[in-house]
């Protein structure tokens, strides 16, 4: 048997499995599947996204040898990042919030990247992490390149040229309907541009986080939001550029509650450890296929590594912190409860 052999690690990014998710399907009379996205070698989606604004600004001649890439993030786009500077030679610079996952902050610096922490506040204060990290950028141009992943295309081109293309091929193109969270807006972009291409009768549905406001500008042009969200990294309050690429038909707002007991189901059912993302777009891959009925193929993406969610998703006592119930719960009240969620 020959067997690949990769040049450097950013080759091992994308050509990730869809995983058939055995316990959900069975439940719905669907195939939900699901591509596993935390199989890249930094962990997440976001290398994707990272290897191509990282090559494309290098081709473009804004990131030349010496200088450092910075950009703001929650974590797994600057993990992504430094992952792809290490391997070629750059230096790295993250801007992250206080208060994310500990996993997430230990793993950014883990490349070398310079890891510096802000408070959390809000997007219009000028201490925000994007403004902190853009600021710095336009300070001193000939040390930094800013990434700028919310408003950088070569994010929206990395899910439309890839990520798209090889759920296609997978699919052997029947796919009814795609689930996805958006970040930044590109994975979402991208792969529903290219999908719609493809077939426009794909579905293609928002799933999104309590305090993002994605859902409201959908429905109706503003951005308002209720309440908040354990997860990180997903959910926007403003129209940037990758997201308004996407061909979204439907949009949903899901409280934590539902990704809890999806996130439990299926790591006790099928032995698949699910970040918060991933977690939050199964509820809405399961929310999707009853609701679509039986007999349609649904994929939605494995976000990251579910180990990075352990301290706050996997932990009983943050749960109840924050009200949410953390015990099992049978697949069939799940859906229950999915079903009968109000339409935000």
């Known amino acids: 048997m020959k067997l690949n052999v990769a040049p450097n690690t950013i080759e091992l990014v994308g050509r990730t499995p869809l995983l058939k998710i055995k316990s959900v399907s069975e439940f719905t009379g669907c195939d939900i599947f699901a591509k ?33 890439v910075i950009e703001g993030t929650a974590g797994n786009t600057g993990i992504g990042l430094s992952l792809v500077c290490a391997a070629l030679g750059y230096g790295m610079t993250i801007v992250m919030p206080k208060g994310q996952s500990l996993e997430k902050e230990r793993m950014a610096g883990v490349f070398g990247a310079k890891v510096i922490l802000v408070d ?15 600021r710095m950028a336009e300070n001193e141009p000939q040390k930094y390149w800013w990434a700028n992943q919310f408003e950088n295309l070569s994010n929206f ?24 969270v958006a970040g930044s807006g590109g994975t979402i972009g991208g792969v529903s541009t290219f999908l719609k291409e493809k077939n426009k009768n794909t579905k293609v549905r928002l799933i999104d986080p309590e305090g993002s406001g994605l859902v409201s500008y959908l429905k109706t042009g503003e951005f308002k939001s209720n ?16 997201f308004e690429k996407a061909q979204v038909d439907d949009a949903v707002t899901l409280p934590d509650q539902h990704l809890v007991h999806l996130a439990n189901h299926v790591r006790f059912h099928d032995g698949i450890l699910l970040g918060s993302s991933a977690a939050l777009n199964m509820a809405g891959a399961l929310k999707t296929a009853l609701e679509m009925g039986a007999g349609h193929r649904i994929v939605t993406f494995i976000c990251d590594v579910g180990d990075r969610s352990f ?16 015990s099992p719960k049978d697949l069939k009240n799940i859906a229950k409860d999915l079903l009968n969620e109000p339409q935000k």
């Open 36 to 68: 596993c996205e935390h199989m890249n070698p930094g962990g997440s989606i976001k290398d994707r996204a990272a290897k191509q604004m990282v090559l494309d600004a290098i081709e473009s001649g804004l990131l030349k040898p010496g200088m450092s």
């Open 120 to 134: 959390p506040v809000p997007f219009k204060d000028e201490n925000h992490f994007y403004h902190t990290a853009r």
């Open 157 to 180: 081109k990395a899910h439309y040229t890839t990520t798209g293309p090889e759920i296609w091929e997978q699919m052997n193109g029947q796919v009814d309907a795609l689930v996805s």
């Open 227 to 242: 309440g908040s969200s354990m997860t990180e990294g997903i959910g926007i309050m403003r129209l940037v550029a990758n």
């Open 311 to 326: 301290s706050k998703l996997y932990n009983p006592d943050f749960l109840a912190e924050k009200g949410l119930d953390p």
